[in-house]
């Protein structure tokens, strides 16, 4: 999202948190203090009718107006809950059904709490952010060290996350499958059915998602002794050519479990290509169910992460925070939800 500068006018540019003595000068051009303009253009406090319409022409005059945030900050509640999807950062949303069905459950429950529920463009500094009067965001697959949290931290912004940033896992509230558990179920899966050379296929991004099955799977390894087949597809890049390494092998995979749907995708044309048969000679388990993974010839064994009860819990948590930001600091700020492994044709059936 591009930066858009308005013109300056008198002398002052338009400013949102009073750079340059933007405030200071509406009150000195409005002939009142700086609280009483603060009061009249956040509309709070008590001021009369006339001073409050003098105090607002001179902030139209010189192009300023109040941070929107900062009425937030004390107390003035505006009914708009922001969402916004940290992988989009990287070029678009990538498994495209789970982020909409979280948004659509996000948005319904704030519905039934009178609140609504603004999409926010992603970008990587959070400038959009800026000019938005919200009581509280959601942020879907938070970056490890996320710059965005920071910003949105110090604005004092409420934040519940979907997945953690791994550098400060309990510094934010937030909700998320038990990824670990649901990696090692497939491949436990994997094993039951007779595939005995178990690979991944997981981004590099640092997210949580990927750190999660890449964790789980070395420690499955050590338990297991299957030998470690292990790729990662780069941020922005085709994931094709991490699933072509793994599936040109000497010591090739049997099986693969692969994180995202768009890898399921990956996997399935590099098998194609090499005349690797699904199931016979590769097994397919993918992290996340969609659209794809259950029209896809074969369809794909795939992990249904409850995308929507994530949306739920995630709009309920920050709901809580704004309302009573106390109890929900005392209260539970983490929530797991169940995940469910859904066996299709790409995996062979357990003996």
């Known amino acids: 999202m591009s930066d858009v500068t308005e013109p300056k006018r008198s002398g002052t540019s338009r400013q949102t948190g009073g750079k340059g003595g933007g405030l200071r000068e509406v009150a000195r051009q409005a002939g009142v203090s700086v609280t009483t303009a603060s009061h009249a253009l956040n509309g709070v406090g008590r001021v009369g009718a006339e001073t409050r319409e003098r105090i607002l022409a001179v902030a139209a005059e010189l192009g300023y107006r109040a941070n929107p945030n900062a009425r937030g900050l004390r107390g003035a509640r505006t009914g708009l809950l922001g969402l916004t999807h940290r992988t989009a950062v990287e ?21 039934a709490h009178d609140y609504s529920l603004v999409l926010v463009p992603p970008s990587l500094d959070g400038r959009p952010f800026d000019s938005l009067p919200l009581d509280g965001t959601i942020v879907i697959d938070p970056l490890t060290e996320d710059p965005l949290l920071t910003r949105l931290s110090g604005m004092g912004i409420p934040i519940v996350t979907t997945g953690r940033d791994l550098s400060r896992k309990d510094a934010f509230p937030w909700v998320d499958n038990e990824l670990s558990t649901c990696a090692v179920a497939a491949f436990d899966h994997l094993a039951a059915t007779g595939a005995r050379r178990i690979g991944l296929l997981t981004g590099s991004t640092g997210q ?17 002794g299957n030998p470690v087949l292990m790729d990662r597809a780069e941020p922005g890049t085709d994931s094709t050519a991490a699933a072509h390494r793994l599936l040109t092998r000497p010591d090739r995979p049997d099986a693969l479990y692969v994180v995202m749907e768009k890898f399921g995708f990956a996997t399935l044309a590099v098998c194609r290509e090499l005349g690797l048969r699904v199931p016979e000679d590769v097994q397919i388990v993918v992290g ?64």
Request: proline content about 3%.
């Open 208 to 224: 949580s998602y990927d750190e999660d099955a890449a964790r789980a799977y070395r420690d499955w390894c050590a338990r297991t």
């Open 288 to 351: 996340a169910d969609g659209e794809f993974a259950r029209s896809a010839r074969p369809t794909l064994t795939a992990l249904d992460l409850a995308p929507e009860e994530i949306g739920k819990q995630a709009a309920e948590l920050l709901i809580g925070l704004v309302q009573d930001p106390e109890q929900a600091k005392s209260g539970t700020r983490h929530r797991l939800v169940q995940a469910t492994l859904l066996q299709r044709d790409s995996t062979k059936k357990v003996a």
């Open 91 to 111: 070029g678009g949303v990538t498994d495209i059904e789970y982020f909409v069905k979280i948004v659509n459950a996000a948005t319904w429950t704030a519905m």
